[in-house]
């Protein structure tokens, strides 16, 4: 149980071109779920929380309207990329949390991650 | 500040081998940590999650320990495999404000020689 799938796994684009990363929830309704970027050889950076049904709360330093979210249902929160740029390129992975009685831990289940080259 | 740091940075060992990695943190107030596996161009997978009042948590061939006083925690891989090369990553949990933050360590890269 607790699986989390992203979509696409890698994906290349030319620059100022937009691209949309899905997050779903495979086996369970995530209330919450959040978006990360990982450059090489760093630590997972949180950049947004997205709670379903309302606007997404960014990390200092995020641009909304760059990292545009949308979490439109309990299984699926979509993360575009507007106008990327070279260095926009990164791994992005999602995470979703559901607030259960089996999650007492409140634990977050990670996506696999996606890959974006913007070339 | 709240922070998580891990030692070492990196690390090599031949299979079969046990090892020991650090985990440093000041973070307030405290909700639980975490241990992950990050195999490369993968999402991290939980290994363990202990709470301030559990010093001990195994699965499988990894255990982790918690100090609540000294603020450390330690992941022990026993008799290492070729699969055990990956980041592992150190993550403490928050509660405040009304919801729960993550924060990271950098992670330390084990890698598993033949």
């Known amino acids: 149980g607790a699986v989390v799938s992203q979509h696409p796994s890698r994906v290349i684009c030319k620059s100022g071109t937009s691209v949309k990363i899905e997050c779903r929830s495979l086996d369970f309704q995530a209330t919450t779920m959040f978006w990360y970027r990982q450059f090489p050889k760093q630590s997972l950076m949180l950049m947004a929380t997205s709670n379903e049904g309302s606007k997404a709360t960014y990390e200092q330093g995020v641009e909304k309207d760059k990292f545009l979210i949308n979490h439109a249902s309990l299984t699926l929160s979509t993360l575009t990329v507007t106008s990327a740029h070279p260095e926009d390129s990164s791994f992005y992975i999602c995470?979703?949390?559901?607030?259960?009685?089996?999650?007492?831990?409140?634990?977050?289940?990670f996506g696999p991650g996606t890959r974006l080259t913007v070339l | 500040k709240n922070q998580v740091e891990q030692s070492p940075q990196s690390l090599i060992i031949l299979e079969g081998k046990n090892c020991t990695l650090q985990?440093?943190?000041?973070?307030?107030?405290?909700?639980?940590l975490r241990w992950y596996k990050q195999d490369t161009g993968r999402g991290p997978v939980s290994l363990t999650i202990m709470t301030f009042s559990e010093n001990t948590k195994s699965n499988g061939r990894y255990t982790a320990t918690l100090d609540a006083d000294t603020k450390q925690s330690s992941l022990h891989i026993t008799a290492s495999q070729l699969s055990d090369s990956a980041s592992y990553i150190c993550?403490?949990?928050?509660?405040?404000?009304?919801?729960?933050?993550?924060?990271f360590g950098a992670g330390t890269r084990l890698a598993v020689h033949p």
């Open positions: 993550v403490v949990s928050s509660f405040s404000g009304g919801y729960n933050k993550l924060i």
């Open positions: 985990c440093n943190y000041t973070v307030s107030p405290f909700s639980n």
């Open positions: 995470s979703a949390r559901s607030y259960s009685s089996g999650n007492s831990y409140n634990e977050q289940f």
